[in-house]
Structure formats: C-alpha cells, structure tokens
C-alpha cells in the first residue's frame, strides 16, 4: 500500500496516557455523533476488545478524502468496495480508517493511506523483465 502511515504506536501512546491519568477518558471518547452513525450503520466489526472500555464495540470507519474526488471528498467508504472502484476512475486519493467504539466512544485514527489510479498494479506485459537480483 502506497504512502501508509499506521497510527498503532501514537495509539499505545495515548492508550498509556490514559491509564497514568495524563488524559481524562472524556478527552479520548469523544466521537463525533456523525462518525458514531457511521460505525454503527456501515463499519466493519474489529476482532478485538475496546482498548478503553473493553466492550466487543470496536468498528473500523474508512474515509476518502481528495482534492479530485471533488463532492466525494470525505464520505465515508460504503457500500464495501467503493473505495476500489474510486481508485479505478481518480488518479490519487487518500483513505483514512477510523475506529470508533460503539459502547465508550473512544475514536482513534488507525491508519492512512494513498490510493488511485497512480497507484495501480501495472498489467504484467508493462512490468520490468529484468532478473531479480538475488540478495545475500
Ligand atoms: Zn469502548
């Protein structure tokens, strides 16, 4: 994936901050109620509990954002696929996923990362076919 920017250690950080009393758990579960609507209507179920409160309620949220995605610009990736089908029409977007917990509303940005045309797989016909090189 191009560009991908994994947000998991700012995420312990924050995890951390909350157990040593540095941040309030007001300051981190504070889901907008848009972003809330969106987890519980078309997020994807995380296999794993709440780092906050526990609870089976994480959902992950992915966002498109991009100067050439125009009006698109910002919604939220629904129906499953939407995404794939963009980077096939626009030339560079980025996605941002979400999680969001549906029981304490604890929000975090997970990740992020570029995706669009430019980014495509070249057809095997346009890759290079010169030997790989061994390494070691
Ligand atoms: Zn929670």
Redesign the pocket.
């Known amino acids: 994936m191009h560009g991908f920017t994994d947000y998991t250690l700012a995420k312990r950080a924050i995890i951390e901050s909350l157990r040593r009393g540095g941040v309030g758990r007001l300051d981190v579960?504070d889901a907008h109620p848009e972003l809330i609507r969106a987890a519980r209507n078309i997020g994807d179920p995380i296999a794993r509990p709440?780092?906050?409160?526990?609870?089976d309620?994480?959902r992950l949220v992915r966002y498109v954002y991009g100067d050439q995605l125009k009006e698109l610009s910002g919604r939220p990736v629904y129906p499953k696929g939407w995404d794939t089908e963009l980077a096939e029409r626009v030339d560079e977007f980025r996605c941002f996923s979400v999680e969001v917990?549906?029981?304490?509303?604890?929000n975090h940005l997970a990740a992020c990362y570029l995706m669009g045309k430019r980014y495509a797989e070249k057809p095997p016909s346009l890759r290079s076919t010169g030997r790989r090189r061994r390494l070691g």
């Not at 917990?101 to 604890?106: A, S």
């Open positions: 579960c709440c780092p906050v409160c526990g609870h309620s994480l917990c549906l029981e304490c509303e604890w």
